[in-house]
């Protein structure tokens, strides 16, 4: 059925929905690598994957004009104050992608040059699993961040869901009292 023939009359929705809507479609990232994963990044930007088919063709050199940080590649003890004070300066609302084990968990370098993991020095909003990941898996990871976005709650509700969120983080096992493939 074309929009021609739909019944006229109300379109209803909530300001939730629609701020997701737009906030979702309309996400710009800062232009930002660490390194290798940050190749395969470029990859989802060029015509190949044309991430511009998701309104993020302008990965912005400032970080006052983007709202996304892609942490591609792992995080050096020395990097961190800088992706830190980037992402200070990025506008808000601001989320943060982090690509691939290294920047994830620190991956195979667990030693003592490289952060563990970037949440160490900002909050991560969605992990990518990979080394590398693909540009399809980079694509598939800000479709569910898209997700996240829409479905992201607005002035009291995102307090509610703040608190529920914190509530629940300190209920979770420390990572330091979980078994793993080192113990
Ligand atoms: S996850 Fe793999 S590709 Fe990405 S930065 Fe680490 S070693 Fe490089």
Known sequence: MGIEEAPSGFLLTTIEDLVGYFRKGSLWPVTFGLACCAIEMMAAGAPRYDLSRFGMEVFRASPRQADLMIVAGRVSQKMAPVVRQVYDQMSEP????SMGVC??????????AIVQGVDHVVPVDIYL??????????INAILALHDQIQNSPLGVNRAEAAAAAEAAALEATPTSHMTGLLR
């Open 94 to 97: 601001k989320w943060v992608l």
């Open 103 to 112: 920047a994830s968990s620190g991956g195979m370098f667990n030693n003592y």
């Open 129 to 138: 699993t990979g080394c590398p990941p693909r540009p399809e898996m980079l």
